[in-house]
């Protein structure tokens, strides 16, 4: 042991108690924000023109949320899995009215190839798969510079990564699960979100917003509010908080799609908005493997249950250029190294505007095309 | 692994740290060498072993410089880690200079498809400088293979610096695997390791944020004035970023009894070119007086090899004409300087600095943007309206907070970086233990916010 003065032990100890208490105060905070998982809300309650609003949930009660219906609720005929790229994927591309029953979009924050097989093995386990197709979207290399498409975020619950802990024959693997968890949980409990939101977050009883619940004008303190603070303290004026036109469009619909705003056309579009530098890359050579072991793993999960999977990967709107990207070629290679896996590869409609809400998330016109495709390949007989 | 992150705050440095003490003494070097293999060997194992290849070839020839002839055990010893730099950093710049196209570019798809080996560019010159000082004669070849690859892997240095000599480590290196009973500055450590943290997150990495909002807009979005801003917080990002990852390699460097050189001496307080160049990246300035500009004749032709060795720092600092730029850039600051010196000396004080920060600034936009992009940003600032429309009041009040701590208050003051050490502890509020455990808290709290250091890529 280090030989320290009494002065230095001193300082020492005080240090470590405040840091002891600080984190202490963070474990407290954490473990008092709700998880909107359980009690699963069953999203078949929302009407037509209703929606839930996230505004104000961190990422992963976000994601718990829809998590939780998919635990607890039948499945549907199609589920999409994916994270936030697909978020207005909705039974309309499909030509239905949002129908939990025939189509859910379980997009849940940032997951990769790794959380998703995760999940999807565990609703595997609950017999929660769609009973149809599931359509497993993996993020596009160019939308994030090759993030989270083998790197894991730290988003997904750690019970879900602690089943895939304990069915693991290999240590490395299972070593870098629990680091995993460790980091997820080390990151979700040290959140300056987590603490704000602990403290300030209501339950889900005015986050229902709809055209009927929204017609009243809302309070004009919370109008003035500077936008700083509206979040922090908006929540205390209940429903009209939601309500407020930038909140309310961060929802999800009874389908669990995010509405787009009534009559806003594709927001401005920023053609080539990530600007790809190689050395902020996250695919690395090498992760080819590991592309291909994922698809094939969650692959085995659709043939499992004895439903239709396929993977989809939407395009990002930017210049012909870039097709060449190292993080593209890199994905290229590894997809070469499953060719068995159905994969629509849509990453060549890079540049009509049209197909675009804004750089990384495609329109509903896209989404039509996408259901078209589907149809023609005989993945919705 | 990033010092900037939870997994090393909260796991990696408290349980290497317990191993390092509770081991016997011999056994301390390989926990340190072997936690800074983890530290590193997380980025991915290619890079890892190109690491130990390194390494161990600066090892293995260093012992070659006193048998064969000087000049070609020299080449030797150089080549490899030299090749390795050149194809993991080098290599595309070079194919999109020459124009390659996809078939040249296919028969290196390996080394291009590998990510840039963070801090590769600071160990290269590590074991660089150990072989050339071996074959001068200055040090002799390390026998202790153990003790090299302490100097080398050290983790604290490892990524970005301050970029060693062996010399300068050796001795301490050899004191932890000799003395029983070690005696770290725990608190100092902390307190820098703290301080730094909190200045990344909350300092650079938000003056970065408010830089990138100006960038990419279309004409008319800014005015002249928004250009200024940004440049002003460009160059608070790039200090701070850098000062905090040195400040923190310190402090870490402490709670292991290995105390690192410092690497910036207030370098805005110059008052010329020359000596921000004295008090910026020191350890950098030093590795390239010594072994470059010395070497090809200094003074003797001082124009051209103050344009050579400034060329080379900016191709230190990243692959791309944008860098070389912005060397030569600096090479032409200090020829100005050389040249004007004696009007140059007579300015006020206040005066000098200020328009040393203001050249120096004036470069910094040249790490962010390509160099057709840093001309229509320079015209942008002659031919826009005086303005400001990107950026508001609590901007302002922010850079000007900045400023005043980076202008007005000296770091003897508040940082006791220097030693001796633990003056600072001794006052209630700047060495209070519980500032310093709030300020990691706060970064440790907002760390989701931080972006990665700018100079791990170099």
Redesign the interface.
């Known amino acids: ?4 003065a009494p ?2 032990r001193r ?2 100890a ?3 108690l ?2 002891a208490c ?2 202490g105060l ?1 474990l407290w905070l954490y473990l008092r924000l709700p998880s909107f998982r359980s009690p699963a809300f069953d999203f078949r309650t929302l009407g037509p023109d209703q929606s839930f609003v996230t505004q104000g949930l961190t990422r992963r009660q976000d994601g718990s949320l829809k998590l939780g219906f998919a635990e607890s609720y039948p499945p549907p005929r199609i589920g999409a899995y994916g994270n936030h790229i697909i978020n207005h994927l909705s039974s309309e591309a499909f030509g239905r009215a949002p129908d939990p029953a025939f189509f859910f979009n379980y997009a849940f924050a940032n997951l990769a190839l790794p959380e998703l097989e995760a999940y999807l093995v565990h609703l595997e386990k609950l017999g929660h798969l769609p009973t149809q197709l599931a359509l497993v979207q993996i993020t596009t290399p160019n939308n994030d510079n090759g993030h989270y498409i083998v790197n894991w975020g730290h988003e997904l619950p750690p019970d879900i990564l602690l089943e895939r802990l304990v069915v693991q024959g290999n240590l490395g693997d299972a070593a870098g699960l629990a ?1 995993q968890m ?2 997820s949980e ?2 979700e409990v ?4 987590t ?1 704000i939101l602990s403290l300030v977050q209501g339950g889900p009883d005015n986050r229902i917003a709809s055209e009927a619940a929204c017609r009243d004008a809302p309070p004009e303190w919370l109008q003035r509010l500077p936008m700083a603070l509206r979040g922090a303290v908006g929540p205390i004026a209940g429903r009209s908080f939601y309500c407020l036109p930038q909140n309310r469009w961060y929802a999800y619909r009874r389908d669990g799609s995010m509405p787009l705003q009534p009559g806003e056309g594709p927001v401005p579009l ?1 053609r080539n908005e990530n600007p790809l530098k ?4 996250e695919l ?3 992760d080819e493997a590991r592309i291909a072991r994922y698809l094939r793993a969650i692959e085995a999960i659709g043939r499992r249950a004895g439903i239709k999977l396929v993977f989809l990967v939407p395009p990002v709107y930017e210049t012909d250029d870039r097709r ?1 990207s ?1 993080v593209n ?2 994905f290229d290679r590894g997809l070469a190294l499953a060719p068995e896996v159905p994969v629509i590869d849509h990453r060549h409609l890079h540049g009509d505007p049209a197909l675009f809400h804004d750089y990384r998330h495609p329109s509903p016109r896209y989404y039509r095309l996408l259901a078209d495709e589907l149809r023609r390949r005989g993945y919705l007989d | 692994m990033n010092f900037n992150s ?2 090393f705050l ?2 990696f440095l408290p349980a290497t740290l317990l191993v390092f ?2 081991v016997p003494r011999h056994l301390r070097l390989w926990v340190l060498v072997g936690a800074s293999l983890v530290f590193y060997g997380v980025s ?3 890079v890892l072993l190109a690491f130990v290849i390194a390494i161990a070839w600066g090892y293995a020839t260093a012992f070659l410089l006193q048998r064969w002839p000087k000049a070609l055990a020299l080449v030797m010893a150089v080549s490899v880690p030299a090749f390795t730099l050149v194809m993991f950093k080098y290599l ?1 710049f070079i194919l999109d200079s020459v124009q390659a196209g ?1 078939d040249m570019r296919a028969h290196f ?2 080394f ?5 080996p963070a801090g590769i560019s600071f160990y290269t010159f590590e074991i660089v400088s150990y072989s050339i000082d071996v074959a001068d004669g200055k040090i002799p070849p390390e026998r202790d293979a153990l003790r090299f690859a302490g100097f080398a892997t050290f983790f604290p240095h490892l990524i970005a610096g301050p970029i060693m000599r062996y010399a300068d480590l050796r001795d301490q290196l050899r004191a932890l695997q000799e003395t029983e ?7 100092s450590g ?1 307190r820098l390791l703290a301080i730094g943290l909190f200045f990344k997150i909350f300092v650079a990495d938000i003056s970065g944020s408010l830089a990138a909002k100006a960038t ?1 807009l279309a004409a008319g979005e800014a005015l002249a004035l928004d250009r200024l801003v940004q440049v002003a917080f460009w160059s608070m990002q790039i200090y701070y970023d850098f000062w905090a990852y040195s400040v923190m390699a310190i402090g870490l460097g402490r709670l292991f ?1 290995v105390e690192l050189p410092v690497n910036f001496r207030e370098p805005y307080l110059s008052a010329n070119p020359r000596e921000f160049w004295q008090r910026w990246h020191i350890t950098l300035s030093y590795w390239l007086r010594d072994y470059v500009y010395i070497r090809m004749g200094g003074r003797e032709a001082y124009v051209r090899n103050i344009l050579i060795v400034f060329a080379l720092v900016g191709l230190w600092h990243g692959a791309g004409w944008n860098f070389v730029a912005w060397g030569v850039y600096h090479g032409a600051l200090v020829i100005l300087y050389h040249v004007t010196r004696p009007a140059w000396d007579r300015l006020p004080h206040a005066v000098s600095v200020a328009l040393t920060f203001t050249l120096v600034s004036f470069g910094w936009p040249l790490f962010f943007l390509s160099l057709g992009d840093y001309w229509a940003f320079l015209r942008d600032l002659a031919t826009l309206p005086w303005g400001v429309e990107q950026f508001g009041l609590r901007h302002l009040l922010f850079l000007a907070a900045i400023g005043l701590v980076t202008f007005g208050v000296r770091e003897k003051v508040w940082l006791d970086i220097e030693p001796p050490l ?1 003056r600072l ?1 001794q006052r209630r509020l700047l060495g209070s ?2 500032l ?3 300020l ?2 706060a970064g ?6 931080s972006k ?1 250091f700018i100079y791990f ?1 170099f």
């Open positions: 042991m280090p030989h320290a002065s230095q300082w020492l005080a240090f470590g405040t840091l600080l984190a963070a680091w460790m980091r080390l990151n040290l959140n300056y979100n603490a920023i190689d050395s902020e890359r690395n050579a090498g060449d190292q070629r890199i | 939870l997994e909260v796991l003490y509770a991915g194992p290619e595309g996809p798809s390996f291009l498809g590998i990510l840039l009973r070690l005696e770290p500055h725990l608190a902390l990419g009894c633990g502890e233990p519980v310093a455990a709030a990691m808290f440790m709290l907002c760390i989701s916010l990665t890529r």
